[in-house]
């Protein structure tokens, strides 16, 4: 009887783990609390390989709720490619192979080896996309949501062979604070 109750406690957690939110089955949408979060405006800064840089990331549902869309524009020109970073990414969701995935879109266009293309694995606060360079190299770009001080930090690394590499992309994202001018009463 032990044995039942267990197998049973230990399918309903691993269903809960694995499994959207609820309104995910009656509408078909894609929903999900943790990237609820990312929703909105935000600044970030950030180090890309040693350089400091910052940005705006603008992040919506999109296509009747199907998508997430993450919109990044640097404030900056990047050196290395002489224009500002710009970057579309729709994060979704297979119902069937019950898995994210992701759909990206940059400066670079369809010169990256990943193509675009990723899966993306949630843990807790953590979303983990990870894209395949290649045979044997991997990116892994971790989302974190800090609920304590209502911030997301995205860290990116390579890994070659099965080896982690340093972290070549740091991100600290901060809610932008609404314009003063939305919060000032309409006069007549």
Not at 76 to 86: G, K, L, R, S
Not at 140 to 167: C, D, H, L, M, Y
């Amino acid at each position: 009887m032990k044995k039942i109750c267990f197998l049973f406690l230990f399918t309903l957690i691993a269903i809960q783990m694995f499994a959207q939110n609820k309104a995910d089955t009656i509408s078909g949408q894609f929903h999900d609390d943790l990237l609820d979060h990312l929703v909105g405006k935000w600044n970030v800064t950030s180090i890309a390989h040693g350089s400091p840089f910052t940005s705006v990331i603008d992040a919506k549902w999109v296509l009747n709720h199907q998508y997430l869309h993450v919109h990044l524009k640097s404030n900056e020109v990047i050196p290395w490619w002489h224009v500002q970073m710009e970057y579309d990414e729709f994060i979704g969701y297979n119902h069937n192979s019950k898995r994210y995935v992701v759909h990206g879109m940059s400066i670079e266009g369809d010169e990256d080896l990943s193509e675009g293309f990723c899966y993306g694995y949630r843990t807790g606060n953590e979303f983990k996309v990870v894209a395949k360079f290649g045979v044997d190299s991997l990116v892994v770009q971790r989302f974190t949501w800090e609920p304590a001080s209502v911030s997301w930090n995205i860290k990116s690394n390579w890994v070659i062979a099965g080896k982690e590499g340093e972290v070549f992309l740091e991100m600290k994202l901060v809610a932008a604070k609404p314009s003063s001018k939305k919060n000032k009463p309409v006069s007549k």
